[in-house]
Nanobody, 114 residues
Framework: QVQFVESGGGLVQPGGSLRLSCAAS????????LGWYRQAPAKERELVARIFTTGATTYAGSVKGRFTISRDNAKNTVYLQMNNLKPEDTAVYYC????????WGQGTQVTVSS
């Protein structure tokens, strides 16, 4: 069964940075498009960033220029570098296929607060 295990979240002040990691137990990891998603309290889960098998990326407008998604196919891992964090980035962050099509992992909590 495919599993995504997210890590790297925490409490950070506005303007700070975090790097999230997601280890995936996927055969042939390199052939799949992957995404980072987030869900804030009382809000729907949303796509934050997506990386295609080619390495091309797309971002939600709210994070463009601040977040960077990347992947290491040799390590079956996808990353999300988050810079200049804002309180509105507070959420639980998840990774999954893009579009998502398997069970969600536990996610990693990101809290941006002074």
């Amino acid at each position: 069964q495919v599993q995504f295990v997210e890590s790297g979240g925490g409490l950070v002040q506005p303007g700070g940075s975090l790097r999230l990691s997601c280890a995936a137990s996927i055969r042939e990891f390199r052939i799949y498009h992957l995404g980072w998603y987030r869900q804030a309290p009382a809000k729907e889960r949303e796509l934050v960033a997506r990386i295609f098998t080619t390495g091309a990326t797309t971002y939600a407008g709210s994070v463009k220029g601040r977040f960077t998604i990347s992947r290491d196919n040799a390590k079956n891992t996808v990353y999300l570098q988050m810079n200049n964090l804002k309180p509105e980035d507070t959420a639980v962050y998840y990774c999954n296929y893009a579009p998502p099509r398997t069970d969600w992992g536990q996610g990693t909590q990101v809290t941006v607060s002074s």
